[in-house]
């Protein structure tokens, strides 16, 4: 019984599969992943390293003691969480990039300008009006 419904998984699993391979919207969302998964990599690594290590009330902080240390380790982690919101903010945009390009090389367009068109209005859209001191809401 058991191993007849895990055979009917599969197929069904399979089934969907084939049929969202041939999709263009999720062949676009995996070519733009393959593409941006190093840096989202790097991204994570750096917001962990400032999250648990530089910020005093961080987890290996508390369990290493790095009191001793000073504020330097607290100076590095602001500049550290800093590089992580300005990587944020550079991903964000490539992916809007990305995804305009892939779609319009799915359906044989002009690919390039698709792209610069897509990050362009993400960024349009994302202009915080209200305040004045962030322009952008990311």
């Not at 369990?63 to 969480?81: T, V």
């Not at 590089?83 to 995804?99: E, F, H, R």
Request: with cysteine; glycine share 6%; proline share 3%.
């Amino acid at each position: 019984m058991m191993k007849q419904l895990g055979k009917d998984f599969h197929i069904r699993n399979a089934e969907v599969a084939l049929f969202l391979r041939d999709r263009p919207m999720t062949s676009v969302i995996r070519h733009s992943l393959t593409i941006l998964f190093p840096f989202v990599l790097m991204d994570v690594l750096l917001s962990w390293i400032d999250e648990a290590w530089l910020r005093p009330d961080g987890f290996y902080y508390q369990i290493f003691q790095f009191k001793r240390a000073g504020s330097a380790l607290i100076e590095a982690g602001y500049s550290l969480s800093d590089l992580v919101i300005m990587l944020n903010v550079v991903v964000s945009i490539c992916a809007a990039y990305l995804v305009g390009y892939y779609y319009a090389e799915f359906f044989h367009k002009d690919k390039m300008t698709t792209g610069l068109a897509s990050g362009a209005a993400y960024i349009i859209l994302n202009y915080d009006y209200r305040s004045p001191d962030n322009l952008f809401l990311w």
